[in-house]
């Protein structure tokens, strides 16, 4: 059964920092791209930065500067660096993996809270 276990959320002051990792298993499908997205509450699900197999990124234009994604292939892992956070960050961060023949699968989401 593929498994996206998402950790690395939890509650952060104005300007800090949080590194998400969301680990992928139960498959040996290679994983194509990677990538997180998050939901506020009363807000559509929006994407915060995508990853391909090769480490090209994507990001949304709110987050660049502030926000890196990477990845270990060795490792079915993505992560997300996130520096000079704002209130505004706080959501439910998701992580989605779209793996080779068996298409794309979501984590259960982490929240991040940017409060003082």
């Known amino acids: 059964q593929v498994q996206l276990v998402e950790s690395g959320g939890g509650l952060v002051q104005p300007g800090g920092s949080l590194r998400l990792s969301c680990a992928a298993s139960?498959?040996?499908?290679?994983?194509?791209?990677m990538g997180w997205y998050r939901q506020a509450p009363g807000k559509q699900r929006e994407l915060v930065a995508t990853?391909?197999?090769?480490?090209?990124?994507t990001y949304a234009d709110s987050m660049k500067g502030r926000f890196t994604i990477s990845r270990d292939n060795a490792k079915n892992t993505v992560y997300l660096q996130m520096n000079s956070l704002k209130p505004e960050d706080t959501a439910v961060y998701y992580c989605?993996?779209?793996?080779?023949?068996?298409?794309?699968?979501w984590g259960q989401g982490t929240q991040v809270t940017v409060s003082s």
């Open positions: 989605n993996a779209n793996f080779n023949v068996i298409g794309a699968y």
């Open positions: 139960g498959t040996i499908f290679s994983i194509n791209a």
């Open positions: 990853i391909t197999r090769g480490g090209t990124t």
